[in-house]
């Protein structure tokens, strides 16, 4: 059973950047796809950035130009750079791994326990 945890969050203010990574417990080579997701309060959990074992990566809308995903498979680790942070990016992230189609329907084998980012405005 993979095991991911996630590190990096914090209180940042708005306009301001941080990465936050995903250390996995095992290879990432071999994972289809690897993402990070997040949850406001009283909101559902979305799909904010993907990347697949060959490279290619999608974003939500709302973070496209100012996120970046990552991945370095020798580490075993997923990074998300996240620049121009605004308030409304407050919320719990949390890093999934598993096959690429799980990624995109919101079932990601594999989750971490998550970690918090707040926005200050």
């Known amino acids: 059973q993979m095991q991911l945890v996630e590190s990096g969050g914090g209180l940042v203010q708005a306009g301001g950047s941080l990465r936050l990574s995903c250390a996995a417990s095992?290879?990432?080579?071999?994972?289809?796809?690897m993402g990070w997701y997040r949850q406001a309060s009283g909101k559902q959990r979305e799909l904010v950035a993907a990347i697949t074992s060959g490279g290619s990566t999608n974003y939500a809308d709302s973070v496209k130009g100012r996120f970046t995903i990552s991945r370095d498979n020798a580490k075993n680790t997923v990074y998300l750079q996240m620049n121009s942070l605004k308030p409304e990016d407050t919320a719990v992230y949390y890093c999934?791994?598993?096959?690429?189609?799980?990624?995109?329907?919101?079932?990601?084998?594999?989750w971490g326990q998550g970690t918090q980012v707040t926005v200050s405005s």
């Open positions: 095992e290879s990432i080579f071999s994972i289809n796809a």
């Open positions: 999934a791994a598993g096959q690429e189609y799980r990624m995109y329907t919101g079932r990601p084998r594999y």
